[in-house]
C-alpha cells in the first residue's frame, strides 16, 4: 500500500472509530450520567485510532529515504564512494535504475542477468531513457535498493494497521461513563494548534539553515572578506572543466539595492503619508470608501506589470527628456526608473498601515488639540503624526524590506549590471536579481557561481531582519508613550 | 413622547440670579441634530460670568451636547447640524465671519477622560501658547507654563519633572494638567465635560477646589452627574432632561426648592 492509501485508510477507520465510540456511549448514557456528550466520546476513539498511526507513517516515511540511502551507499563500491563531487549523480543514477528495475518482466530481468541484453535496452522499451550504460555494481546496487525498499513498505504498512487496530480497539474499550472525554479532545486540540504554528517556524529555520550551510560551501571557496568588500562583481560562467572562478564582490550589488530603495522610499514615504494623512484625517467617508480601495489596487497589480510600465513608458521618458539633455546616460534602464516605479508600487503598502496608524490614534487627542485652538493641521502635525510615528517608522521599514526584496522590477527598469555608481541615470542592478541571474539556466550546485546564491540570499536575509528588528524595537520603545 | 414634547411649546422654569452677575454667553433656542436625531430642542439659557454654572440630568439628555455647541466642537462629528443662537460677549458664535479656531482660544475645554498629549509635561501646556504665538521669548513660554501649572495646582508636584511625558501622571494629576494646557492660552470661559468622571475620590476633591479657585478668573461651565459635585461647586445649576432645559437657577435654590416635579424627582434619586 502507497502513503495515500494509508491514510485514506486511516481516515476511514478513524471515521469508524468516531461512530462506533458514539454509539457505544449513547448506549451507555441508558445506564447513566455521561461526563461529556456522546460526540466528544466519538472523537476520543477518533483521536486514539488516527493520531498513532498518523505519527507511526510520518515518522517511518520520513526514515525510509535516509536508510535506502544507506544501503545504496553500502553497496557501491569504493572507488565510487570516494569521488565525492559525483556521488549524488551516482545515487540517483542507482534510483533510476531500480526505478528502471521495478518495470522489466521477470523474463528480461533473467536475461539482463545472463548478459543476453543491457539493461539500458531494456529499460528504454519501458518508456525509460538512461543518460549512459548501466553499470554492473549500479545493478546490485539497484537491486539492494529495491529489496529494502519494498521491506521497509511493508513494516509501514504493518505498523500503520496495528497502530490502526490498536487505538480502536484500546479507544473503544476505555469508553465509559466516568471517562473525561472533553479533556482529552481538548488537548488534542492543544496539540494541533501548537503543531500548525511549530510549522510556520520550522520551516523558517530549515530555509535558514539550508541557505546558512550553502552559503558557508560558498565560502569556503570565495573568501568572505574578497565576497563583502569586494567592489567588482564578475562571476564569469561556470563552464563545465573551467577552474577559473571569477570576482564576486558583494558591494555594487548592496549599493544597487540601497540605491533604487532609497529612491523608491523617496517617493513612497510622502506620497503614501500624505495620502494617509488626506484619508484618515479630511477625507469624508464618501471619497475614503472610494479612494481608499483605488489606493490599494496598486498592490494587486504584479510587480512584472509595473516591470512593463517602467520600461516601455517611465523608461525612455527618463532618458530622453532627463538623462540625454543633462548628459548623465544614455540608457533606458536606470536607477531612477526603477526607484520611481518601485515607489508607486510600495504606496499602498505606507498609505494603507499609516492610515490604520493614524485612525488608532485615540480621538480624544484630536478633540484636546482642536479644543485648544489647533487647527486641523496643526492637529495633525504636532499631535497626531508624533503620537503616531512608531507605527509609522514600522509600516514604512516594512516598505523599505518590501523595496529590498523587490527583483522583477529591477530587472526590467534598471537592467542586470552590477555597478556602484553616484549616478541615477546608471544601469545598475540589485542582490535579488543577480540571486536569479545566477540560478537560471543549467546549473551545479558544487561551484561558487550557483552558490554565490546562497550568499547573497543569507545576506539579504540578514538586512531585512535586521530591518524588521529595527522597526519591532522603534515600535517597542516609543508606544510606552502613547497609551 | 419626544414627538410631542416637539410640538408643545416648552417654558423652562428660570430663577432669576440674586447676585446680578453680568452674563457671559447667551443662547436662544439651540437645537441640535445628529443625522435623524434630534439631540436638543431648543435651549435657551444665560450664562453668568466668572461662576461655575453646572449642567445636570440624566445621560443622554443632552448637557454634553449643548456644552460642546458653545466652542462648535460639534462641527468635528459628522452629520451634526446646530440651530439657534449662541453670542459670547454679544458676538455670535455661528458667524460664518467667526474664526473658529479663535473662538476655541476664547473657550477652553477639559475632558472626561483626561487626555494629555504624549509629550513632556511642559511641552503639554506650551502646547496652546506655542501654536497661538502666546509668548514672545523662551522665558515668557517658561513663565507661561509655570503659572499655569500654578494655577492648576499641580506645579508643586510636577516642578522636577517637567520633561517627563505628560503620561505618565496618575489620572488626577493628567486632569490638572489638562486644566492647565486649557489655562495656559488665558481663556475666558473653560468647558468641562465631567472633569471628575474618570478619577476617585481624592483627585476629584483637588479638582473641586481647583474648579472653585479658578472661578474668581473665568467663566466655568461644567456637566456633572453627581449632584453633590454640582452643589459643591456650582452657583448656578441647570437641569436637563430629554433635550430640554427643565429648569435652572441659583444652585442653592435648585437643590432645596425646585420648581418642577421633575427636578426633584432627580435630585431626590427618584429617575436617572
Known amino acids: 500500500m502507497g502513503p495515500l492509501w494509508l491514510l485514506a485508510l486511516i481516515a476511514g477507520l478513524s471515521f469508524f472509530g468516531y461512530v462506533l465510540g458514539r454509539w457505544k456511549s449513547v448506549v451507555l448514557s441508558g445506564k447513566g450520567a455521561l461526563a461529556a456528550r456522546p460526540g466528544y466520546y466519538g472523537a476520543y476513539v477518533l483521536v486514539w485510532t488516527a493520531m498513532p498511526a498518523l505519527a507511526i507513517l510520518i515518522v517511518l516515511s520520513l526514515a525510509k529515504p535516509l536508510i535506502v540511502d544507506r544501503t545504496v551507499r553500502a553497496n557501491l563500491p569504493e572507488t565510487v564512494l570516494a569521488d565525492t563531487t559525483q556521488l549524488s549523480l551516482q545515487i540517483s543514477g542507482v534510483e533510476q535504475v531500480a526505478a528502471g528495475l521495478k518495470l522489466a518482466t521477470p523474463d528480461e530481468l533473467q536475461n539482463i542477468r545472463i548478459g543476453v541484453v543491457t539493461a539500458r535496452s531494456v529499460f528504454a522499451r519501458h518508456g525509460l531513457p538512461l543518460g549512459e550504460d548501466v553499470k554492473p555494481y549500479q545493478l546490485v546496487a539497484a537491486g539492494a535498493l529495491n529489496v529494502v525498499s519494498d521491506g521497509l513498505d511493508t513494516a509501514i504498512d504493518a505498523a500503520v494497521v496495528a497502530a490502526l487496530a490498536f487505538g480502536l480497539i484500546f479507544a473503544f474499550a476505555r469508553v465509559r461513563p466516568r471517562l473525561r472525554a472533553r479533556n482529552l479532545v481538548e488537548n488534542t486540540v492543544l496539540a494541533l494548534l501548537i503543531a500548525a504554528s511549530s510549522v510556520a517556524i520550522l520551516t523558517t529555520v530549515g530555509i535558514v539553515l539550508s541557505l546558512l550551510f550553502q552559503a558557508l560551501q560558498f565560502f569556503s571557496m570565495v573568501s568572505p572578506i574578497n565576497f563583502y568588500f569586494g567592489t567588482i562583481w564578475d562571476p564569469r560562467f561556470a563552464a563545465a572543466g573551467s577552474t577559473e572562478s571569477g570576482q564576486f564582490g558583494f558591494l555594487p550589488l548592496f549599493w544597487g539595492t540601497i540605491y533604487i530603495s532609497f529612491f523608491a522610499m523617496l517617493v513612497a514615504v510622502p506620497v503614501g503619508l500624505f495620502s494617509a494623512v488626506y484619508m484618515a484625517e479630511y477625507a469624508g467617508s464618501k471619497v475614503r470608501s472610494i479612494a481608499k480601495p483605488l489606493i490599494e489596487i496598486l498592490a494587486g497589480i504584479p510587480t512584472i506589470v509595473y516591470g512593463f510600465f517602467a520600461l516601455t513608458t517611465i523608461g525612455p521618458f527618463i532618458r530622453d527628456w532627463l538623462a540625454v539633455p543633462l548628459g548623465l546616460g544614455t540608457s533606458g534602464n536606470n536607477v531612477l526608473t526603477a526607484g520611481l516605479v518601485m515607489g508607486i508600487m510600495i504606496i499602498p503598502y505606507v498609505s494603507s498601515l499609516s492610515d490604520d496608524i493614524i485612525t488608532a490614534v485615540p480621538r480624544s487627542l484630536r478633540d484636546g488639540s482642536l479644543a485648544l485652538g489647533a487647527t486641523r493641521s496643526e492637529t495633525m502635525r504636532q499631535v497626531i503624526l508624533p503620537a503616531a510615528l512608531p507605527g509609522v517608522v514600522g509600516a514604512v521599514l516594512l516598505a523599505v524590506s518590501r523595496a529590498i526584496g523587490e527583483t522583477m522590477i529591477v530587472v526590467l527598469a534598471a537592467g542586470v549590471a552590477a555597478r556602484a555608481s553616484l549616478n541615477p541615470f546608471a544601469e545598475m542592478t540589485t542582490i535579488t536579481v543577480k540571486i536569479v541571474n545566477q540560478l537560471t539556466g543549467d546549473l551545479e550546485f558544487t561551484s561558487p557561481q550557483t552558490l554565490v546564491a546562497f550568499a547573497l540570499g543569507i545576506t539579504l536575509f540578514v538586512i531585512t531582519l535586521g530591518l524588521n528588528v529595527l522597526a519591532l524595537t522603534i515600535v517597542r520603545k516609543y508606544r510606552e508613550q502613547y497609551e | ?272
Not at chain 2, 453680568?22 to 430642542?41: D, E, F, M, S, W
Not at chain 2, 494629576?173 to 481663556?187: E, F, M
Open chain 2, 1 to 272: 413622547m419626544s414627538a410631542v414634547q416637539a410640538t408643545v411649546p416648552f417654558e423652562t422654569v428660570r430663577t432669576p440670579d440674586a447676585a446680578g452677575r453680568p452674563i457671559k454667553i447667551h443662547t436662544r433656542n439651540v437645537k441640535v441634530t445628529y443625522g435623524q436625531k434630534q439631540a436638543l430642542h431648543g435651549v435657551s439659557i444665560d450664562i453668568a460670568e466668572k461662576a461655575v454654572t453646572a449642567f445636570i440630568g440624566p445621560s443622554g439628555c443632552g448637557k454634553s451636547t449643548f456644552l460642546r455647541c458653545i466652542n462648535r466642537m460639534n462641527d468635528t462629528i459628522a452629520g451634526a447640524r446646530v440651530e439657534g443662537t449662541i453670542t459670547l460677549d454679544d458676538q455670535d458664535v455661528y458667524d460664518p465671519d467667526l474664526d473658529v479656531v479663535e473662538l476655541r482660544a476664547r473657550v477652553g475645554m477639559v475632558f472626561q477622560k483626561p487626555n494629555p498629549f504624549p509629550k513632556s509635561i511642559f511641552d503639554n501646556v506650551a502646547y496652546g501658547p506655542r501654536i497661538h504665538g502666546l509668548a514672545r521669548s523662551k522665558a515668557d513660554l517658561e513663565e507661561i507654563v509655570v503659572t499655569s501649572l500654578q494655577k492648576a495646582s499641580l506645579f508643586n508636584e510636577v516642578k522636577d519633572r517637567l520633561t517627563e511625558p505628560g503620561t505618565g501622571l496618575s489620572g488626577g494629576q493628567q486632569q490638572r494638567l489638562c486644566i492647565a494646557r486649557a489655562i495656559a492660552v488665558s481663556p475666558e470661559v473653560i468647558l468641562m465635560d465631567e472633569p471628575c468622571s474618570a478619577l476617585d475620590p481624592i483627585a476629584t476633591a483637588k479638582i473641586e477646589e481647583l474648579i472653585d479657585e479658578l472661578r474668581a478668573n473665568f467663566t466655568i461651565v461644567i456637566v456633572t452627574h453627581s449632584m453633590q459635585q454640582a452643589a459643591r461647586v456650582s452657583q448656578r445649576t441647570a437641569f436637563f432632561h430629554l433635550g430640554h432645559l427643565i429648569e435652572e437657577g441659583p444652585t442653592d435654590h435648585v437643590f432645596t426648592n425646585p420648581l418642577e416635579q421633575r427636578t426633584l424627582d432627580y435630585i431626590t434619586g427618584r429617575f436617572g
